[in-house]
């Protein structure tokens, strides 16, 4: 394998075939730099999927295990000429978990994987089982008891073995990590395995494609584990390390009122997350209530001069529909996103129309029906 990782916190290397999903300290494992480019003459020739990025990818083209995801078009919001709507639930599996678990499966396979066990609130669960079918790899997956009943039809579909787990979502991570101990299966978690943030970068490489090379000001992204923020940051990073942008947009994370541990950490300027009992939330997406990458999160907030949102749980209903009559149905998770934008809005004021935002619609309204 061509890449490592590369523990967060004491800088240990380690091999991939180690299996492991944290460094032996306790540590969460990243990926150690390697050699990225961006040769855009063959990426425009390439098939419209996120893997055209091939020479910024950890793995070669044979390896790939793809359903054709990614390259999702950008459209503007209303006739705005800046504020622009990425369709990322236009997606094999209707969300953007697509990249990530594009990337992770194609891990296991080049790690010779039989088994995989990996814990979500539904939609990572649903593109890993949908991955893992392409792969042939077995599938275990553990969500809530309250996860949406589409969501576990689509789980069901893929041939995933599925567990329902009562209690928080906490409780559901820590039976998927009890499987995993007592069988030694591969952790294909999008939380900790660090190659499910090598697809979701693709997210703004997209971005840096689709404006011809620039950026927007601001992005707006939903944060529950932040594998959408910090893949899309380290995207935006390789483009800057690379000397390709000018700079990295301001990171707007968004989160929702009933499950809010990052917007709390930052009001009050914490290193640490108080650990809270999450109350009901609509957002099932981004009900976490301790996320395990809270450190690098808010890092990326601050170094990119951010905000936190927390969205009005009673504004979530009413955005879901405000962009249903523009004719963009998403799930409530993704109305959440549409609605932490209009408070982001309304706090700042009308300057903030006038800078280029894009605003990710992460999954599809026909998820989560009522
Ligand atoms: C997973 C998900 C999110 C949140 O992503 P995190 O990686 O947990 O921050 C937001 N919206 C939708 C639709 C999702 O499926
Ligand atoms: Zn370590």
Partial sequence: MKVKYKCSRCGEIHDPQTLIYRCPCGGLLDIAEFDIDFPLDKIKQRTPSLWRYEEALPFSKSQ????????????????????????DYMMPTLSFKDRGASMLITAAKALHVKRIV???SGNAGTAIAAYAAKARI?????????????????IKAYGAKLHL???TREDT???????????????????????FYQGTKTYAYEIWE?????????????????????GTYYGFKDLHDKGLIPSIPKFIAVQAEGCAPLFKAFQSGAQEIEPLEPKETQAEGIAIANPARHHQILQVIKETGGEMIAAPEQKIEDARQELAYKGFFVE???????????????????PIKNLTTVIPLCGAGLKAIK
């Avoid at 790939?64 to 369709?87: A, H, I, R, W, Y």
């Avoid at 077995?138 to 689509?154: E, G, H, M, R, W």
């Avoid at 991570?173 to 190659?195: L, Q, R, T, W």
């Fill in 64 to 87: 790939q295990v793809t359903l054709g995801e990614g390259f999702t078009s950008m459209v503007t919001m209303d006739n705005s000429d800046n504020v622009f709507l990425k369709m």
């Fill in 118 to 120: 990996a814990d979500s």
């Fill in 138 to 154: 077995k599938c275990d997956i553990f969500v809530p008891a309250s996860t949406s009943p589409n969501k576990l039809s689509q």
């Fill in 165 to 167: 787990i009562p209690g």
């Fill in 173 to 195: 991570a820590d039976a998927a990590i009890k499987e995993v101990e007592a069988s030694g299966s591969f952790y294909a978690s999008h939380v900790y395995n660090p190659f």
């Fill in 210 to 230: 689709d404006m011809n090379g620039n950026v927007p000001d601001a992005i707006i992204v939903p944060v529950g584990n932040g594998t959408l923020l910090l």
């Fill in 332 to 350: 409530p998770t993704s109305a959440a996103t549409y609605a932490g934008y209009l408070t982001y809005v309304a706090q700042q004021g009308n």
